[in-house]
């Protein structure tokens, strides 16, 4: 399984990216596929969930910001960022794991990666 985030840049606080994770080898019809990042000396944390069986979840500092979806056809994996903050400033991440319809699972249970793609937000 190979998973390749893209779509990273530099843009004013107010601005959109969309993020693109391609994924290859990936052939579970059952999954979670997540969203997650990583600033300078912070933790890392998750940013949105999508699960096989349809649940959709946000961290609470981007819900009504970020979209995140997946193109089935192309199996592509995306996050859609709107109204950028300074704080969304990180590395993003995309990750999945198989054979579960829902993504109850802990971090641990991401055994799928991409490289990241760095995300910076400022004036």
């Known amino acids: 399984v190979e998973m390749v985030e893209s779509g990273g840049a530099s843009v004013r606080p107010g601005g959109s990216l969309r993020l693109s994770c391609a994924i290859s080898g990936f052939t579970d019809t059952h999954y979670c596929m997540a969203w997650f990042r990583q600033a300078p000396q912070k933790e890392r944390e998750g940013v949105a969930t999508?699960?096989?069986?349809?649940?959709?979840t946000y961290r609470d500092s981007v819900k009504g910001r970020f979209t995140i979806s997946r193109d089935n056809t192309k199996n592509i994996l995306y996050l859609q960022l709107n109204s950028l903050k300074p704080e969304d400033t990180a590395m993003y991440y995309c990750a999945a794991y198989g054979g579960i319809s829902h993504c109850s699972e802990p971090v641990s249970s991401f055994n799928y990666w991409g490289q990241g793609t760095q995300v910076t937000v400022s004036v």
């Open positions: 999508l699960a096989s069986g349809g649940w959709i």
